[in-house]
C-alpha cells in the first residue's frame, strides 16, 4: 500500500481525533430547539399551573408532613396527575418521625410583662406542664452563642437575635437558617432550658413568626425552641437593652408522636425511544400550617406538573421519559428527597437531568449548571432559548438541583439550579402569610415555560449530561 505523506498523514490523524471528540460532545437537535422555542411561548400564555395551586390551596390547604392533610394531599395529587393526563401516576413511601404542633403561647413576665408572638420549631420538645419560665441571655449572631461559657447558658432561655436582609438570590438564609436548625442543638448542649431567635424572615415590620425545623434528630436531645416574629424580637432586644434581668414564660404544647408512613407522588410522560432515561423535575407537596403552602412549595409543584402536561400534550412524545416528583416532607428535614436518591442510587446514569423547584413562584433569572465539560454547549443552546424571557446563564457556577434532587445530585446527577427572584421570598416563608395572592399568573407561567422548555430539550439531546456515581459528590448541592 502507498504510504501518505507525513503532513497528510498528520492531517488525517488530527482529522479523526477532532471527529471523535465531535462525537463525545452533547447537543441539541435543531428541530428540538425550534419545538423548545414553541413550548416556551405558548407556556407563558399558559394558566395551569395557576390552577394547580389554586387547587391545591384550596382544596387541601395547609399540608405539615403527618398531620391531618398529608393523606388528603397525596391523593390530590394522584388524581390531579391523572386529571392532566400523565402517562404512569404512581407513589414511592417514605417514612419519617412525626412532630405534632398542638399550641403555643409566650409571655415576658418580668421587669415590664407583656406578650409575645412566637411560633414553635419544627422537632421542638414542649414545655412542662404549665409552662417554663426563665431568665433570657441574648447574642447577636450564632458564632457568639458558640463562643460563650456554658456557664452563662445553663438553665436560661438562649435567645440568637440575627438579622436578615432582603437579596435577590435569598442568600441571608443561610445565616437565618443556620441559627434556626444549629442554634437549639448548641444551645442544648449548653445546658439551655430552651431557644429563641429573631425569626428567619425579611419581614421586618409583620407580626407574624416564620416556623421552620431545628436541627435535633432524637427527641431525648430537644428543647423548646421557638421563633419571634421580627417586632417582637425588637421588643425584646428593646427590654434587655434597660440591663435588667427579663424573663419570659413559655407553654409550648408540640413534640414528637412516633413515626409516619407517607409517599412520594410520581407523574411521568413516558419517552418513546429511551423511556428508561428520565428527566426529572418537581417540587416538594408537604408545606408548615400556618400557611397554605402556595409559593413554599405549592407554586413548584405546580410549576413541574403545569411543564410536564404542556411536554404530554405535543403530537409526540418526547424521546426520554419526564418524570414529575411531588416530594414528600422537604420541610423536616429532606425525607422524600433522601427516600428517592436512597432508593434510585444504582440508576443514577439513567438520570439525565434534574433539578426542583422550591423558591417561590417570581420569575426565574439565573440558570447554573454541573454536567459534564462535553455537554456545556448543550447548556448554552438552552440557555439561548431561555434568555428572551429574562435568564441569565452563569457557567462559572454549579447547579445543585434544588432542595430534594440535591439528593439525587449528591448520588452523581447532573443538575440545573433555575433561581427565581427571592427578593421578598422571606417575607412569607413559613408564616402564616404564605398564601396564593402571594402568586402572580404570568410569573408563575414565565416558571413553567423554563422549566418545559430546559425539560424537552435534554430529553431530546444527543448524548447525555454525564450522570454517573459519584459524579458530581454534591457540588452546588442545595438544603
Known amino acids: 500500500m502507498r504510504q501518505l505523506p507525513l503532513t497528510l498523514l498528520a492531517a488525517s490523524l488530527m482529522f479523526a481525533i477532532g471527529s471523535a471528540n465531535a462525537a463525545t460532545q452533547t447537543t441539541v437537535p435543531t428541530a428540538a430547539v425550534k419545538t ?24 387541601v390547604g395547609p399540608r405539615i408532613a403527618g398531620g391531618p392533610a398529608d393523606l388528603r394531599g397525596r391523593e390530590w395529587a394522584i388524581a390531579k396527575f391523572k386529571a392532566l393526563g400523565f402517562d404512569k401516576v404512581y407513589t414511592e413511601q417514605v417514612t419519617y418521625p412525626l412532630w405534632e404542633r398542638r399550641s403555643e403561647h409566650a409571655a415576658i413576665v418580668a421587669p415590664f410583662p407583656q406578650p409575645l408572638d412566637l411560633i414553635a420549631l419544627g422537632y421542638s420538645a414542649g414545655t412542662p406542664k404549665g409552662g417554663l419560665t426563665a431568665e433570657v441571655v441574648r447574642f447577636d449572631s450564632l458564632d457568639a452563642l458558640k463562643k460563650a461559657d456554658p456557664a452563662s447558658v445553663k438553665g436560661k432561655i438562649v435567645y440568637v437575635d440575627a438579622h436578615m436582609q432582603r437579596h435577590k438570590d435569598g442568600a441571608d438564609y443561610a445565616i437565618g437558617s443556620g441559627v434556626r436548625v444549629g442554634g437549639p442543638v448548641i ?31 432524637d427527641p431525648k436531645d430537644a428543647i423548646p425552641a421557638a421563633a419571634l416574629s421580627n417586632p417582637d424580637a425588637d421588643q425584646l432586644t428593646r427590654i434587655l437593652g434597660f440591663g435588667k434581668p427579663v ?18 407522588v410520581i407523574g411521568e410522560v413516558t419517552g418513546k425511544k429511551h423511556p428508561d432515561q428520565v428527566v426529572v423535575i418537581g417540587g416538594h407537596l408537604d408545606s408548615w400550617d400556618p400557611g397554605t403552602g402556595a409559593i413554599d412549595d405549592g407554586a413548584g409543584v405546580a410549576i413541574a406538573m403545569a411543564a410536564g402536561k404542556l411536554i404530554h400534550d405535543m403530537p409526540q412524545r418526547p424521546d426520554r421519559t419526564i418524570r414529575v416528583i411531588a416530594f414528600a416532607n422537604e420541610e423536616m428535614g429532606l425525607w422524600g428527597g433522601r427516600a428517592y436518591a ?88 413559613h408564616t402564616a402569610n404564605d398564601t396564593l395572592d402571594k402568586i402572580d399568573p404570568k410569573e408563575l407561567a414565565q416558571n413553567v415555560a423554563v422549566y418545559a422548555a430546559f425539560s424537552y430539550m435534554a430529553a431530546q439531546a444527543d448524548g447525555n449530561f454525564g450522570s454517573a456515581p459519584g459524579a458530581f459528590k454534591g457540588d452546588g448541592a442545595e438544603e
Open 36 to 59: 423548545a422555542e414553541q413550548l416556551r411561548d405558548k407556556a407563558m400564555n399558559d394558566n395551569t399551573a395557576y390552577q394547580i395551586v389554586e387547587s391545591l390551596t384550596t382544596e
Open 247 to 264: 424573663s419570659v414564660k413559655l407553654d409550648l404544647d408540640v413534640g414528637f408522636n412516633g413515626s409516619y408512613t407517607g409517599a412520594n
Open 187 to 217: 444551645a442544648a448542649k449548653m445546658g439551655a432550658a430552651a431557644f429563641l431567635l429573631r425569626s428567619a424572615g425579611t419581614d421586618a415590620n409583620s407580626r407574624t413568626p416564620h416556623t421552620g425545623v431545628t436541627g435535633f434528630t
Open 342 to 429: 436512597d432508593k434510585h442510587a444504582s440508576d443514577v446514569a439513567k438520570f439525565q437531568l434534574g433539578t426542583e423547584s422550591d423558591f417561590g413562584a417570581r420569575k426565574i433569572w439565573l440558570m447554573t449548571a454541573s454536567v459534564k465539560p462535553e455537554s456545556r454547549g448543550a447548556i448554552e443552546q438552552i440557555a439561548k432559548v431561555l434568555a428572551p424571557i429574562g435568564v441569565d446563564y452563569d457557567a462559572s457556577k454549579p447547579g445543585g438541583g434544588g432542595s430534594d434532587l440535591s439528593q439525587m445530585h449528591g448520588k452523581g446527577m447532573a443538575a440545573l439550579s433555575l433561581v427565581q427572584d427571592g427578593t421578598d421570598y422571606f417575607d412569607y416563608h
